[in-house]
């Protein structure tokens, strides 16, 4: 069985940092690409960044890049997102997100992730 679990959320404040990972176990995580999302109250989801198996290829919304780094260990099974710059507006719930095994590169659309962990809050104050 597949889980995704996503851990780091939290309350800061605007200027603040925060990393953010996700451990994945029932899949062979080398092989999977993996995103993450954020859903804020009253709002659809939307794509945050993603990373393809082969660590090529990466992507970020522009809402967030230069504040946002996606990485991922193998060896740990693990994705992270490291948030620097934190805003009000990055409040939301943050999924992540895994793709079936060998995913051509990645993509930032919820489509190409048949796998998701249950989120994290985060929450920026000003």
């Known amino acids: 069985q597949v889980q995704v679990v996503e851990s780091g959320g939290g309350s800061v404040q605007a200027g603040d940092p925060l990393t953010l990972s996700c451990t994945t176990s029932?899949?062979?995580?080398?092989?999977?690409?993996m995103a993450w999302f954020r859903q804020a109250p009253g709002k659809k989801r939307e794509a945050v960044s993603c990373?393809?198996?082969?660590?090529?290829?990466?992507f970020y919304a522009d809402s967030v890049k230069g504040r946002f780094t996606v990485s991922r260990d193998n060896a740990k099974n693990t994705l992270y997102l490291q948030m620097n710059d934190l805003k009000p507006e990055d409040t939301a719930v943050y999924y992540c997100?895994?793709?079936?095994?060998?995913?051509?590169?990645?993509?930032?659309?919820?489509?190409?992730?048949?796998?998701w962990g249950q989120g994290t809050q985060v929450t920026v104050s000003s």
């Open positions: 997100a895994a793709s079936p095994p060998a995913a051509r590169g990645c993509t930032l659309h919820p489509s190409g992730y048949n796998y």
């Open positions: 029932g899949l062979t995580f080398e092989d999977t690409s």
């Open positions: 990373i393809s198996w082969t660590e090529v290829t990466k």
